[in-house]
């Protein structure tokens, strides 16, 4: 007897989650990606398995949704296209997501937010964003409408944020790598992001500032404490850090 599920999974791209169907007793294989566009993927299945919703975003387009046949994921009906025309009359600075290799042979992902007059021929501070909590990213390939980082772009700082191994939510491995060290491994792979991001031409490598919450805060601290990388930094930490 054949019974199928549907779950999410990071799917051929680490910060793109897709919906996965699998059939055949539940043991795996026979592994079906339902959604197959760029982003990350909310799904609705009906009550029988025949249909589901789609809700989708990626970094430059904001949230559309879809239905789809549960069998095959052919299209059935675009249900919101969600133009968001308001947004046109904003100067936006654009979202890039980059990968950084590490010395060790691990990948770290992160984002780069751009001024909307960006001109690769300027020098710009950076302004790095940081949560870096254990098993916590907050790189996705999905759309970001935070105000505070565009009020910063437009006034001529490249916006920069990066998910520590620890943070990376690809499995225990990474994530025990802050166990009983907190802030160890954290550091090295945020130096190794920022050694990195000063290697392009459009980077001012003496005006680099980090802002963190809770154990974001925690880690802007450690930065400032442990590095010389850093000018300046605004934290804040809602409870200690143990």
């Not at 907190?182 to 990195?196: H, I, N, P, R, Y």
Request: aromatic residues 10%; contains cysteine.
């Amino acid at each position: 007897m054949k019974h199928t599920a549907c779950f999410f999974s990071v799917a051929h791209v680490t910060v793109t989650w897709h919906a996965i169907s699998i059939a055949c007793c539940l043991d795996g294989s026979e592994l079906t990606r339902l959604t197959h566009a760029d982003g990350t993927h909310q799904v609705t299945v009906s009550p029988g398995g025949r249909y589901y919703i789609d809700t989708w975003s990626d970094i430059q387009r904001p949230t559309r949704v879809a239905l789809f046949q549960g069998n095959n994921g052919a299209l059935v009906r675009r249900l919101d296209t969600n133009p968001v025309y308001a947004a046109e009359a904003w100067e936006l600075g654009q979202y890039a997501l980059v990968q950084i290799p590490t010395a060790d042979g691990c990948m770290l992902d992160g984002n780069v937010l751009y001024p909307p007059d960006f001109d690769p021929q300027q020098r710009y501070p950076v302004w790095v964003q940081v949560y870096g909590g254990p098993h916590a990213p907050r790189i996705r390939n999905a759309f970001i409408s935070r105000e505070r980082d565009q009020l910063l772009a437009n006034w001529g700082l490249i916006v920069f944020c990066v998910d520590p191994r620890s943070a990376s939510s690809k499995g225990a491995i990474s994530t025990w790598t802050a166990y009983r060290r907190l802030g160890v491994v954290e550091c090295a792979d945020l130096v190794t992001a920022l050694e990195w991001l000063t290697t392009h031409p459009w980077v001012d490598g003496e005006r680099l500032g980090m802002q963190g919450h809770s154990y974001g805060g925690f880690l802007t601290a450690y930065m400032m404490t442990h590095t010389r990388l850093l000018r300046g930094c605004l934290q804040s930490i809602k409870q200690p850090v143990v």
